[in-house]
């Protein structure tokens, strides 16, 4: 694979979904191949069991451990994964919303002994880059919100169709959930030897940072990554 495949991923409300459009945005508009990928693809045949787990239809969240709702999101990324390696061959830049970082985050989440977080982590990266065979990223940008804060601006999001008209899904109305993925995703960095990740603050000294402020960071951060641009 000779394209750049870069991840961003982030705590709940932290603006990952929009961070993922502007970089691609930027990046088309000079005149790169970039393709668009955004996870879980709702909708789509491969996303079914990840929709109905959200909308708690396999009951609650305590429910179900993090190896078993894992797998149906590692199947939709699988299904993904010939269209993301069919880019990369051809020497595209691949932008993601979340990826196999938001399981370790969200799964682990669930974890609370550290044996027990590390074995699930080698489990999971083991299973989707190991046995599924999907391809790794490049880079992984967490962006960081506080648990309590993104719980809050959660709440001013649309209402969701494959939620059936709800705003939260089964994570995000538990805010217990979001702060031990909270502790998870940001123990990752020390964890996780697969990915490279990236932390970017978005709160400074308490106040939530602009979406542009976001950006910048953003771009600071993988700018690197690419050959300069020819377009003027």
């Known amino acids: 694979m000779s394209g750049t495949f870069i991840v961003i991923d982030g705590t709940d409300g932290s603006g990952k979904g929009t961070q993922t459009t502007r970089l691609f945005d930027r990046l088309k508009s000079e005149g790169r191949d970039v393709l668009l990928v955004d996870f879980p693809r709702y909708g789509k045949p491969s996303a079914y069991f990840v929709e109905r787990y959200l909308r708690g239809e396999y009951g609650e969240l305590k429910n179900i451990d993090a190896y078993r709702a894992s797998t149906f999101y590692a199947l939709d990324r699988f299904d993904a994964s010939f269209e993301i390696r069919a880019a990369l061959d051809r020497g595209a830049i691949v932008i993601s919303n979340r990826y196999v970082s938001a399981n370790k985050g969200h799964q682990m989440g669930k974890i609370k002994d550290p044996e027990e977080r590390k074995k699930f982590l080698d489990w999971l990266n083991g299973f989707e880059y190991g046995i599924l065979g999907i391809p790794k990223p490049d880079l992984t940008i967490l962006l960081h919100v506080p648990a309590d804060i993104g719980f809050d ?28 993925a ?51």
Do not use: M
Not at 157 to 166: F, P, S, T
Not at 204 to 218: K, T, Y
């Open 182 to 232: 909270e502790d998870a995703y940001l123990s990752l960095a020390a964890l996780d030897t697969v990915e490279n990740w990236k932390l970017l603050q978005c709160v400074q000294d308490g106040r939530l940072l602009s979406i542009e402020e976001v950006q910048e960071r953003v771009w600071d951060t993988v700018s690197h990554l690419f050959t300069p641009s020819s377009t003027p």
């Open 153 to 180: 601006l959660i709440a001013k999001k649309d209402e969701r169709a494959y939620l059936n008209g709800k705003v939260r899904d089964i994570h995000e109305g538990d805010r217990e959930h979001l702060r031990a």
